[in-house]
């Protein structure tokens, strides 16, 4: 096992892409907040979310290896490729785990924080094992947890520098939520034939494409719905935000047209899934306009 192969199997990318969840968290609560406390937040917040994450993409390494998924699929990934064996991705698992919960006491007791930092890094790091183990095969419940384990971090970056988190910032939440879900969705009507094949039951399969179209078409206009909410309180900086907010929402309410269109082709759901995903980025980038 070597060291480029650890890195790999932790899947440091999408760890550092979903820690700016907790940059815009910390940065849109920052008002009162000395610089120095706001430094020490960013930078725990950042080590804790990367290893609590990276934990979660090798458990989830394991069980797919484990169900053959990943033979299949992803045969030049650390572990079926033989770089990493199982017994090494378990402690690679744990060791990311204690380092992340270790971070996270020992911000708390720094900064004196209180436990809800603590349990929101606990429960971040259960949902990584409960989705690898179970979620991800139960479809819908699968689709919760990804929508959680991601905007969590929106709620972890504000708790760290006030326990009384404002509104526009559960606005944020939901908003990053419910596009998230709304993509997962789509996936599964995207990916029917490969999901029947492995027994994972989406809403596609379950309900049927055209139902799980409008649970996915709800999904987005609640989405769109909370992305609006903030600019009736009282964010740092409404003016930024409005204008940075006009591009996701335009790309976003042209998935939402195309999810009403009768369409069921693979390449049709394909299309959505990506504006959403756009979508998604240009909403995270509106959420850092709002805090400057």
Avoid at 115 to 127: A, D, E
Avoid at 248 to 277: C, D, H, Q, R, W
Wanted: hydrophobic share 55%.
């Amino acid at each position: 096992m070597k060291l480029k192969d650890i890195i790999e199997i932790l899947r440091p990318i999408n760890d550092i892409m979903g820690t700016l969840t907790v940059v815009i968290g910390i940065l849109n609560t920052r008002t009162g907040i000395p610089l120095q406390a706001l430094i020490l937040n960013v930078l725990f917040g950042i080590l804790t979310y990367f290893f609590i994450a990276g934990s979660g993409m090798v458990i989830n390494d394991y069980y797919d290896f484990k169900s053959g998924i990943d033979v299949i699929n992803r045969p030049e990934r650390p572990i079926p490729s033989g770089r990493i064996n199982t017994k090494q991705a378990i402690i690679i698992w744990i060791c990311s785990l204690i380092i992340g919960i270790s971070i996270s006491i020992i911000h708390s007791f720094l900064m004196i924080l209180g436990p809800l930092n603590i349990i929101i890094v606990c429960f971040f790091g259960f949902i990584g094992w409960f989705y690898a183990k179970w979620g991800k095969k139960s479809g819908f419940l699968g689709n919760l947890v990804v929508s959680v384990s991601f905007s969590i971090g929106l709620l972890y970056g504000a708790i760290l520098n006030n326990s009384n988190i404002p509104n526009y910032i559960y606005y944020f939440f939901f908003t990053s939520f419910f596009l998230l879900l709304s993509r997962e969705i789509i996936k599964g009507c995207e990916d029917v034939e490969g999901d029947k094949k492995y027994g994972v039951k989406t809403l596609a399969i379950t309900l049927g494409i055209k139902k799980a179209k409008y649970f996915a078409l709800v999904s987005a206009i609640l989405s769109v719905i909370f992305f609006i909410l903030p600019l009736t309180t009282n964010i740092i900086n409404p003016i930024l935000f409005l204008v940075s907010m006009l591009f996701g929402l335009i790309i976003v309410i042209i998935a939402i047209i195309l999810m009403i269109t009768p369409n069921v082709e693979k390449n049709y759901f394909k299309k959505i899934s990506l504006l959403l995903k756009v979508g998604a980025l240009l909403g995270l980038i509106a959420f850092v306009f709002a805090s400057i």
